[in-house]
C-alpha cells in the first residue's frame, strides 16, 4: 500500500474555512481548485438578471464558479466538498444544481467504493484470473486490489480509459459504456446492471498500457454491481471537473 500522508490541515480563504491535505499533492483527484472572484469593478450588474448592483442591491460572489450575481440569483447555500470547504457556502442557481447533484455521489457512492467489492480480476493478456476485493483507497487516489497470492494497486489518475459493462434489462442483451481517457461519458441504462470493468492505465514509470479487467462472480453480484455503478459515476465527475 502507498505510504501517502493522511495529514489535514485548516486555512482561511476569502470563501471561507476550509480542510485540506498538508501536501497539495496528495489532493483527491475529485477536487477542484478554488476560482479566482470576478474583480468588484469589473462587474456593475448581476451576471444573472443583470440587476444593477448599489447600496440596496448587494453584489455575492458564488464560490464555486467566482462569478458576481445579487442576493435573489446567489441565495443558496451548500455543501462543497469538491473544494474541501468546511461549512456549506454561497453559490448561484447553476452552480448550486451541480452541487446538489455531486451530493449523491459523496453522500452514497463514495462510501460503496471505499467499501469494495469481489471480482474476478484479469491483468494485462494473462489467462490467469483470480478473485480479489477491489475498493478505492481513503484518500481517492487508488484502486487497491487484494487477493489471496498477490496486491496491487492502480492510481486513478492514471488510468486512460474505462468500460463499463452492463447487463440489460432484456435477458442476454449487452451494452458497453465507454470512456476514453476519461473524455466522454454516458449514463448507465435505467435497468440495467453493471457486470464489468475494463481499465487501461500507465503503471508509474511506464508509457506502456496496461490492461485491468473486472467481472462480477459467485451468485451474490449485487453490491460488485452497485460497486461497478458507483465507479461508473465517478469516471464521469473525473470527465466533468476538466471544464469546472
Request: glycine share 8%; net charge neutral.
Given at each position: 500500500?502507498?505510504?501517502?500522508?493522511?495529514?489535514?490541515?485548516?486555512?482561511?480563504?476569502?470563501?471561507?474555512?476550509?480542510?485540506?491535505?498538508?501536501n497539495?499533492?496528495?489532493?483527491?483527484?475529485?477536487?477542484?481548485?478554488?476560482?479566482?472572484?470576478?474583480?468588484?469593478?469589473?462587474?456593475?450588474?448581476?451576471?444573472?438578471?443583470?440587476?444593477?448592483?448599489?447600496f440596496?442591491?448587494r453584489k455575492?460572489?458564488?464560490r464555486?464558479c467566482?462569478?458576481?450575481?445579487?442576493?435573489?440569483?446567489?441565495?443558496?447555500?451548500?455543501?462543497?466538498p469538491?473544494?474541501?470547504f468546511v461549512?456549506p457556502?454561497?453559490?448561484?442557481g447553476?452552480?448550486s444544481?451541480?452541487?446538489?447533484?455531486?451530493?449523491?455521489?459523496?453522500?452514497?457512492?463514495?462510501?460503496?467504493?471505499?467499501?469494495?467489492?469481489t471480482?474476478?480480476?484479469t491483468?494485462?493478456?494473462?489467462?490467469?484470473?483470480?478473485?480479489?476485493?477491489?475498493?478505492?483507497?481513503?484518500?481517492?487516489?487508488?484502486?487497491?486490489?487484494?487477493?489471496?497470492?498477490?496486491?496491487?494497486e492502480?492510481?486513478?489518475?492514471r488510468?486512460?480509459?474505462m468500460?463499463?459493462?452492463?447487463d440489460?434489462?432484456?435477458?442476454?442483451?449487452?451494452?458497453i459504456d465507454?470512456?476514453?481517457?476519461?473524455?466522454?461519458?454516458?449514463?448507465?441504462?435505467e435497468?440495467?446492471?453493471?457486470?464489468?470493468?475494463?481499465?487501461?492505465?500507465?503503471?508509474?514509470?511506464?508509457?506502456?498500457?496496461?490492461?485491468l479487467?473486472?467481472?462480477?462472480?459467485g451468485?451474490?453480484?449485487?453490491g460488485p454491481?452497485?460497486?461497478?455503478?458507483?465507479?461508473?459515476?465517478?469516471?464521469?465527475?473525473?470527465?466533468?471537473?476538466?471544464?469546472?
Amino acid at each position: 500500500m502507498s505510504a501517502v500522508p493522511d495529514g489535514k490541515k485548516l486555512v482561511r480563504s476569502p470563501s471561507g474555512l476550509r480542510m485540506v491535505p498538508e501536501n497539495g499533492a496528495f489532493n483527491s483527484p475529485f477536487s477542484l481548485d478554488e476560482p479566482q472572484w470576478v474583480p468588484d469593478k469589473e462587474c456593475p450588474r448581476c451576471m444573472q438578471c443583470e440587476a444593477k448592483f448599489d447600496f440596496i442591491t448587494r453584489k455575492h460572489h458564488c464560490r464555486r464558479c467566482g462569478r458576481c450575481f445579487c442576493d435573489k440569483c446567489c441565495s443558496k447555500k451548500l455543501p462543497l466538498p469538491r473544494m474541501c470547504f468546511v461549512d456549506p457556502v454561497r453559490q448561484c442557481g447553476e452552480c448550486s444544481a451541480i452541487s446538489q447533484r455531486e451530493g449523491d455521489f459523496y453522500d452514497r457512492q463514495l462510501k460503496v467504493l471505499t467499501g469494495g467489492g469481489t471480482f474476478l480480476v484479469t491483468l494485462g493478456s494473462s489467462e490467469k484470473s483470480e478473485t480479489m476485493s477491489c475498493r478505492l483507497s481513503n484518500n481517492h487516489r487508488y484502486l487497491f486490489m487484494d487477493g489471496d497470492s498477490s496486491h496491487f494497486e492502480v492510481e486513478l489518475s492514471r488510468i486512460t480509459s474505462m468500460q463499463v459493462q452492463t447487463d440489460g434489462s432484456t435477458p442476454g442483451e449487452k451494452d458497453i459504456d465507454t470512456y476514453t481517457s476519461l473524455l466522454e461519458s454516458t449514463d448507465l441504462s435505467e435497468g440495467s446492471r453493471a457486470c464489468g470493468m475494463l481499465l487501461q492505465y500507465r503503471p508509474p514509470g511506464s508509457q506502456e498500457l496496461q490492461q485491468l479487467q473486472l467481472e462480477t462472480t459467485g451468485d451474490d453480484r449485487k453490491g460488485p454491481a452497485a460497486w461497478l455503478a458507483a465507479m461508473h459515476k465517478a469516471a464521469k465527475l473525473l470527465y466533468e471537473s476538466r471544464d469546472q
